[in-house]
């Protein structure tokens, strides 16, 4: 099962509460573990601008308003650029699927400082990560659901409403959802 791609939607009863009502979208998924991102908590009360100011950088427009998010609980002073993937980074870029791509390096800020990155992007701070069978195991436990990733869902569904659309997407009703699981 390879799920790189995909995204993970939190169940109501998970048990971690940097995970609750969380969307994650998975970059790496093998028998060696997974890596993903939470597109969906925005940090409060900083933004790109801050970014941009804390690593010295100049915005070519002084009234850049975008969110950054907290990606997980893993590094959280790293930072990713998870984006639509006709931007290619000088340096090192990582396609996940047709319709992202993935950068760590500071290029693609300098970039998107100056009007230059992708056209759809989100900017994240730390990720997740599942060591080999983790993410296997909390599937089989009914922590999480799976659903097709779309750039719509990822770049333009507002922030606090991801859960429940990317749970409507596979069917499901979030009013319908029990934090019990049971088995029949």
Known sequence: MDLTGQLLVAMPGMS???????????CAHSEEGAMGLIVNKAIDGVNLADLFEQLSITPKHREIRSKL????????????????????????????????????????????????????????????????????????????????????????????????EALKSIGVDPLTLSAAAGRA
């Open 16 to 26: 971690d509460p940097r995970f609750a009502h969380s969307v994650v979208f998975l």
């Open 69 to 164: 998010y907290f990606g997980g609980p893993v590094e959280t002073g790293r930072g990713f650029v998870l984006h639509s993937p006709e931007y290619q980074s000088g340096l090192s870029n990582l396609r996940v699927e047709d319709d992202f791509a993935l950068t760590t390096t500071q290029d693609i800020l300098d970039d998107m400082a100056q009007d230059q990155g992708p056209t759809k992007s989100l900017t994240l701070l730390g990720y997740s990560g599942w060591g080999p069978g983790q993410l296997e195991r909390e599937l089989g436990e009914n922590g999480w659901l799976v659903a097709q990733a779309t750039p719509q869902l990822i770049f333009e569904t507002d922030t606090a409403d991801k859960w429940a």
